[in-house]
């Protein structure tokens, strides 16, 4: 029997295996590999706070009072003053009723989407959603339906031939493309049709709009019937965990019923410290989000002169597409040669044929390294 073998040497032959980078050094603009120090255009850390030193403090006092383990579910004695705390401040934030934490994203969703619908109910996704939508969706056992890309007259013609109760869900910045999702056609589409609509926000919060409220606040929507909001924790907040907030009673209907809520270890109450203090930080810091902004319309102009194909992105996430996964690596290598850390990103995390570099920017990154980076992509012929 080499079932696992077979199937290892065929991604292999595929180009199509994954390997881990081991970072010796924190997270940050800057990364060691080994000996090599690499210039890093790969993180999610957008605004530059996973190593922030007031985050880091705050972990280390929330570690001093609360112990490093949550020692328990939020339901049976693992919710601390933290936690409690940080929920609050988060629902503020967004401009919500509450907020509820999750250990992670990829569980949040889980937990939203299999507390809300059922086999009776049904579930329309844009093509492009993450991972995790895609898994919540086959959690719920609803009938899932996958509505072409920010496509929401396609997705009216769907609902209105479903009987069903419904939930839609999308990405809010598309997590492989970078493109924003049409939320207010959505959410007016969803309240027309008794839906609820779940917008994950992993890549817009702290990132987008004036006060890093994310992409509901650049697009000028408020956090209201018929919209859930998932926000992440780990990305441009640079800690870890993930959130719902929405109004009272679904908050509630969460923690009677989402099972990864329920069934699982509160996160660290020292994380949940670092997490207010990265708020603070987000809504103290505008120059973060002006600075990425910056970094972006600079890499774009430089992209364009030099004949690199683009996608229509405003957001930190700037992919640039090769199509076959083989192309995409040789890319990643030529960066790699040069001192420049870009993974390669394949199928099936992208669509067949559209495999590409995903780089990403941080405010903590200078003009400087966004020349070097042009630089090293002008000498890519593929
Ligand atoms: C990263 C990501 C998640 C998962 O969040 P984690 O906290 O890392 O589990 C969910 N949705 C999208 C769109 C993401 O990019």
Known sequence: MKILENDLSQRRAQKLYRERLVLESPQGVEVRVGEDTLLS??????????NDPRV????????????????????VSGHSRAHHALEEELADFVGAERALLFSTG???????????????????????????????????????TRFPHVEVSRLAGLLAHTPRPKLITTDAVFSMDGDIAPLTGLSDLAAKHGARLLVDDAHGLGVLGQNGRGTLEHL???????VI?????GKALGVFGAFVAGEEALI????????????????????????????????????????????????????ERLGLVLLPSLTPIQPVVFGTSEAAL??????????ILVPAIRPPTVPEGSARL????SAAHETAHVDRLLEALSAIRV
């Open 220 to 226: 000028g929507l408020a956090l209201a019937l018929p």
């Open 229 to 233: 909001l998932m926000g992440t924790l």
């Open 106 to 144: 990829y569980m949040a969703n889980l937990g939203v989407m299999s507390a809300l619908t059922d086999r009776n109910g049904a579930i329309f996704e844009d093509r492009l959603n993450h991972a995790s939508l895609i898994d919540a969706a086959r959690l719920a056992r609803a009938k899932v």
């Open 41 to 50: 255009f790969c993180s999610n850390d957008y605004l530059g706070l996973a």
């Open 330 to 339: 040789q890319a990643s290598q030529h960066l790699r040669e040069q001192g």
């Open 56 to 75: 880091i403090a705050a972990f280390q006092q929330g570690a001093k009072q609360y112990g490093v383990g949550a020692g328990a579910s939020h339901l």
């Open 252 to 303: 509630e209907t969460l923690i009677q019923r989402a099972r990864t809520y329920i069934y699982t270890t509160a996160l660290p109450p020292a994380v949940a410290e670092a997490v207010r203090a990265s708020l603070r930080i987000v809504q103290e810091d505008g120059w973060r989000r002006e600075r990425l902004r910056a970094l972006v319309a600079q890499f774009r102009a430089g992209a």
């Open 358 to 361: 995903r780089i990403t920017f």
